[in-house]
């Protein structure tokens, strides 16, 4: 028998009807996971399927390497980024959109710009909110860029050994050069 866990939109809601914060960041949170295995999947397996490719990682040259990182890391940077504005949102419907422009007032206000898509599904609810409050998520995904270290990539030209002083010759081949004696 297995355990079934509660999901967020199971959860019960608070005495007004609405998820308390916790619930929403849970829940976008779990979005956030199912849609980041599904886009790092996704990625993984177009490069499967589309690299042409037939040679193993540590038999291609460094340049077909550097362009394999670099494809890779553009495709999980928009997964990222995908996901951080899941997290952001907390499970509220969003519009996503961009600032273009703000103006600074001496009174203290400011006034923005935002550009949406004039096809996004909910611009008539964006239209339908003037004069309203509306609510503004900054989704940066800057804190969530990095890396532990840069991927490996296999120079073409090996680095030959340094060589000091108290080091047998390279090319001796006597007895004596393959035993380290000089």
């Not at 589309?50 to 040259?61: A, C, I, S, T």
């Not at 073409?156 to 047998?168: F, K, N, T, Y």
Request: with cysteine; net charge negative; proline share 6%.
């Amino acid at each position: 028998m297995s355990e079934e866990k509660e999901t967020p939109a199971e959860q019960p809601e608070n005495e007004a009807g609405k998820q308390t914060r916790e619930q929403r960041q849970e829940s976008a949170a779990q979005i956030a996971r199912d849609t980041m295995t599904g886009d790092l999947r996704d990625c993984l397996l177009d490069f499967l399927k589309h690299e042409k490719n037939p040679l193993p990682w540590n038999m291609q040259g460094e340049k077909q390497q550097r362009e394999t990182i670099a494809k890779v890391e553009k495709a999980v940077g928009l997964a990222v980024e995908k996901v951080v504005r899941i997290i952001a949102s907390e499970g509220r419907t969003v519009v996503e959109g961009s600032l273009k422009k703000f103006d600074a007032s001496d009174s203290g206000a400011i006034k923005l710009t935002v550009t949406i898509n004039s096809n996004h599904p909910l611009r008539h609810a964006v239209l339908d909110s003037r004069g309203k409050p509306i609510l503004l998520v900054v989704a940066g995904h800057d804190e969530y860029v990095g890396e532990k270290a840069p991927a490996k990539v296999d120079p073409d030209q090996r680095v030959l050994p340094e060589i000091g002083d108290d080091a047998p010759p390279v090319f001796d081949k006597t007895k004596a050069g393959k035993n380290g004696k000089k």
